[in-house]
């Protein structure tokens, strides 16, 4: 049976499966000058990917740290999810 920890890992690995696979057909789109408009796309599609990836690593630090961190390191904690937060909102 596989641990939380370990089924967002394999999650993970996928999502950055996903993302080599669509930067490989990005690169041979560019090199056989496909309409940029099919191009954009592409690169939007893998914009997209990596926020889901994204969305798996934040779920994975905070089921190992946070929880642990409001518990023994409160301000840590808050000043990480809030540097995380100003970065996501520029």
Same mark, same amino acid.
């Not at 394999?10 to 309409?35: C, F, H, P, S, W």
């Not at 954009?40 to 893998?46: E, M, V």
């Given at each position: 049976m596989k641990t939380h920890y370990e089924d967002i890992k394999? $999650?993970?690995?996928? $999502? *950055? %499966? *996903?993302? #080599?696979?669509?930067?490989?057909?990005?690169? #041979?789109? *560019?090199? %056989?000058?496909?309409?940029?408009? @099919? *191009?954009? %796309?592409?690169?939007?599609?893998?914009? %997209?990917?990596? #926020?889901?990836? @994204?969305?798996?690593l934040f779920e994975r630090h905070v089921s190992t740290h946070v929880s642990h961190q409001f518990h023994n390191e409160p301000e840590k904690a808050t000043k990480e999810l809030v540097t995380l937060f100003k970065h996501v909102n520029k």
């Open positions: 394999v $999650r993970a690995q996928k $999502r *950055i %499966n *996903i993302i #080599k696979g669509q930067l490989e057909g990005l690169q #041979k789109m *560019i090199d %056989n000058d496909t309409y940029c408009i @099919d *191009i954009l %796309n592409q690169s939007l599609a893998i914009q %997209n990917s990596l #926020k889901s990836l @994204d969305a798996v």
